[in-house]
């Protein structure tokens, strides 16, 4: 007998905190999922509800606007940059493993124009957006 009591009164507490806990704000989850959704009546909604789904409304303009207003890099930009990183790789381990090459006669100059492959690719990762 006890232990029923003990079940009933866990199973109250839990249906208590649920209800408290949806209604902690005065809001009805249902409004709030119908704000969310934007298929809520404006006119049949509490004040504070409309503030929030106003809000709502504001934050995505902002956001579209934010959008709308960023710059974009052509699209060769990204495997011109790439590229130019993994020739001056490429470069640097063709001299390491023969020094005769890619360029015969200049010797360690090769490094550099490796260096300058590599340093060129990672400048223009600078002004990638």
């Given at each position: 007998m006890a232990d029923e009591k003990?079940?009933?009164t866990a199973a109250d507490d839990a249906a208590?905190?649920?209800?408290?806990?949806?209604?902690?704000y005065g809001v009805p989850m249902d409004e709030v999922?119908?704000?969310?959704?934007?298929?809520?009546?404006?006119?049949?909604?509490s004040p504070q509800i409309q503030k929030m789904m106003q809000r709502q409304e504001e934050n995505r303009r902002r956001v579209e606007d934010?959008?709308?207003g960023t710059?974009?890099?052509a699209s060769w930009f990204v495997p011109l940059f790439c590229s130019l990183m993994i020739i001056g790789l490429f470069w640097a381990v063709v001299y390491y493993l023969n020094p005769m090459l890619p360029i015969p006669g200049i010797g360690p100059w090769n490094l550099?124009?490796?260096l300058v492959f590599v340093m060129?690719?990672?400048l223009?990762?600078?002004w990638w957006r």
């Open positions: 003990l079940h009933t208590k905190k649920s209800e408290t806990s949806e209604n902690t999922e119908a704000v969310l959704n934007a298929t809520a009546d404006k006119a049949t909604l934010s959008i709308k710059k974009a890099n550099v124009i490796a060129v690719g990672f223009m990762t600078m």
